[in-house]
T-cell receptor, first 114, second 112 residues
Framework: GAGVSQSPRYKVAKRGQDVALRCDPISGHVSLFWYQQALGQGPEFLTYFQNEAQLDKSGLPSDRFFAERPEGSVSTLKIQRTQQEDSAVYLC????????????FGDGTRLSIL | QQQVKQSPQSLIVQKGGISIINCAYENTAFDYFPWYQQFPGKGPALLIAIRPDVSEKKEGRFTISFNKSAKQFSLHIMDSQPGDSATYFCAASGTSGSRLTFGEGTQLTVNP
């Protein structure tokens, strides 16, 4: 596709439910990033993949957060046993290579935990 | 902790004026400094970026000024237009990894 695609655009879940957020990066982009953006704040790094390898997961806030990219293209961010503090916009970005190339963002998934 | 500090938090400019947003960083390992524009309900869109080997970069109405010794960089928007009204984020990343560290954002309003 022409850009990074994320689905669903909006997700409402009850506290304690599991959710899965999907990211389709730009075709051919090797690097994929997940960020979390709280209301009125800048995005904060969660995790980074180079192809299928998860090279950095230091930003994941707890072990309830899990990300995968099994075939080096589509990625899924999973949050288990959701809490109210997980409510945020989850942004996915991709770039052509690893070293400081422009990151192109999707429009995000707005997650609301009731 | 790696931080990027951004100011002002909000900015109101008249049409045709110059908008100036400033950022300061701490980590001297940062070597890539992009600016992003974000509209409500949309993801951040890359505007312009600079590396520390140059002190200024201009693309159309957008200019980045970079001061390596002061560890500061700024975005200038010339001839600001109402369509420029958005939230602007500065960011930085370093050779040790490509993760972006973002500033807190500046909400720009350009009045007609």
């Amino acid at each position: 596709g022409a850009g990074v695609s994320q689905s669903p655009r909006y997700k409402v879940a009850k506290r304690g439910q599991d959710v899965a957020l999907r990211c389709d990066p730009i075709s051919g982009h090797v690097s994929l990033f997940w960020y979390q953006q709280a209301l009125g704040q800048g995005p904060e790094f969660l995790t980074y993949f180079q192809n299928e390898a998860q090279l950095d997961k230091s930003g994941l806030p707890s072990d309830r957060f899990f990300a995968e990219r099994p075939e080096g293209s589509v990625s899924t961010l999973k949050i288990q046993r959701t809490q109210q503090e997980d409510s945020a916009v989850y942004l996915c970005a991709s770039s052509f290579s690893r070293s400081n190339q422009p990151q192109h963002f999707g429009d995000g998934t707005r997650l609301s935990i009731l | 902790q790696q931080q990027v500090k951004q100011s002002p938090q909000s900015l109101i400019v008249q049409k045709g004026g110059i908008s100036i947003i400033n950022c300061a960083y701490e980590n001297t390992a940062f070597d890539y400094f992009p600016w992003y524009q974000q509209f409500p309900g949309k993801g951040p869109a890359l505007l312009i970026a600079i590396r520390p080997d140059v002190s200024e970069k201009k693309e159309g109405r957008f200019t980045i000024s970079f001061n390596k010794s002061a560890k500061q960089f700024s975005l200038h928007i010339m001839d600001s237009q109402p369509g420029d009204s958005a939230t602007y984020f500065c960011a930085a990343s370093g050779t040790s990894g490509s993760r972006l560290t973002f500033g807190e954002g500046t909400q720009l309003t350009v009045n007609p």
